[in-house]
């Protein structure tokens, strides 16, 4: 098995204490977002032996088991990653399979650059995930009631939300959230600005619950997704909880640490909080235009003491253990490949000593006992496949 070495992202959204802490340095005064582990081609994780991914390319069969090869193809179908955000990222949405393919296909035949900011789709994969809090955790997922959207929003009293308002209460369900929606991203620039700009002092003023509003619209002034955002369920995750983002489900997470794994992609549709290209028609195409429970999931324990954050993905399988010093190892080997991530305590992983923030490659059919190291629990993530 190989220790990871791993790339930190500076995203201007990113946290620039809470990766440093968990990893017990000191703060370089810029953000850290992300640290990904992997073999996505933007940041493939090392390894003694070189980088993952050049490893995998090598010898596919012997690094991700012959089911996983046949399965997902010759590649690691996931990406694992810490995910600390200081400030509100993008309100987006992924793409499904069949959407990802005809989207990248279509965009290919039209000759648009991979790199043109007006390009929607990078690849031709769905982008599923699921973010696990490992602090308090703060996010929008999926659509409210759409009456529900209309009693926060008539709250603010501001004129010009009003019409939105009374067509959140007067049409059916997906026609409401369909044409708030478009009209809210479609609007005037700059009457949309000092709309948000209004409903953003009466979020101030009225506290509460309309306090992550009024946070969102301080980073993104004059922001239509400020007034998207507020269509969408509000969630606070404790740590250990966890959301499971599907395709077409709106989200953006706004604050907190935690523990995100996703099938390897770069799709994303964004409708708001962003200086970045949105594309309405596009969004309006993917998205899902119904209200939803943001279903926050909660991990299943097993005898042999792995609690599964169950999804209906099999492009990854996410679970943890919390090892007491002392207790029986645990075998996690299995015919497919994993990456162990340990995020509290200290954990052994064969001839691996894992601190918070370090995390471990174990090929398929690799022999893997973790166990703890002492001096309180260990707490260690276990990411994997499901063929």
Not at 153 to 181: F, M, N, T
Not at 294 to 313: F, N
Request: charged residues 20%; contains cysteine.
């Amino acid at each position: 098995m190989d220790r990871l070495s791993t790339t930190v992202r500076p995203y201007a959204w990113g946290s620039t204490t809470a990766i440093p802490e968990l990893l017990g340095v000191a703060p370089t005064g810029e953000p850290q977002a992300e640290m990904w582990m992997g073999a996505h081609p933007g940041a493939p994780s090392g390894t003694d032996r070189g980088p993952l991914s050049e490893l995998i390319d090598a010898d596919p069969v012997r690094e991700l088991g012959a089911a996983a090869v046949e399965k997902f193809g010759p590649r690691l179908p996931f990406l694992l990653k810490l995910l600390a955000a200081g400030a509100p990222l993008s309100l987006q949405v992924h793409p499904d399979l069949a959407q990802a393919k005809a989207g990248y296909d279509a965009e290919e035949r039209a000759g648009i650059p991979l790199d043109a900011p007006s390009r929607n789709y990078k690849d031709a994969n769905h982008k599923p995930e699921l973010i696990c809090a490992l602090t308090p955790f703060d996010g929008l997922c999926g659509f409210r009631e759409p009456t529900e959207a209309a009693d926060l929003i008539a709250a603010l009293d501001v004129d010009s939300l009003k019409p939105y308002v009374d067509l959140l209460h007067a049409h059916p369900e997906e026609a409401a959230l369909r044409e708030v929606l478009t009209a809210v991203l479609s609007a005037d620039p700059q009457e949309m600005a000092a709309t948000v700009t209004e409903a953003a002092a009466a979020c101030e003023r009225l506290g509460g619950g309309y306090a992550p509003y009024a946070s969102i619209a301080h980073h993104f002034p004059g922001d239509p997704g400020v007034i998207a955002a507020m269509l969408l369920n509000y969630v606070q995750l404790q740590p250990g909880e966890a959301l499971f983002l599907g395709a077409g489900v709106p989200h953006a997470y706004l604050n907190g640490l935690g523990v995100e794994i996703m099938a390897n992609s770069d799709n994303v549709l964004r409708c708001g909080l962003t200086p970045k290209h949105v594309d309405v028609p596009e969004l309006l195409r993917i998205v899902r235009l119904e209200a939803a429970d943001p279903g926050v999931l909660r991990p299943e324990a097993s005898p042999a003491g792995e609690e599964l954050y169950d999804t209906p993905i099999d492009e990854f399988r996410l679970s943890r253990y919390v090892l007491a010093p002392g207790a029986e190892p645990r075998d996690l080997t299995a015919h497919t490949p994993q990456i162990l991530l340990c995020t509290a305590g200290g954990v052994t992983v064969g001839e691996l000593t894992l601190t918070p923030g370090q995390s471990a490659f174990v090929p398929a059919g690799e022999k893997a006992e973790i166990s703890g190291t002492g001096g309180g629990p260990g707490t260690v993530f276990r990411a994997t496949v499901v063929v």
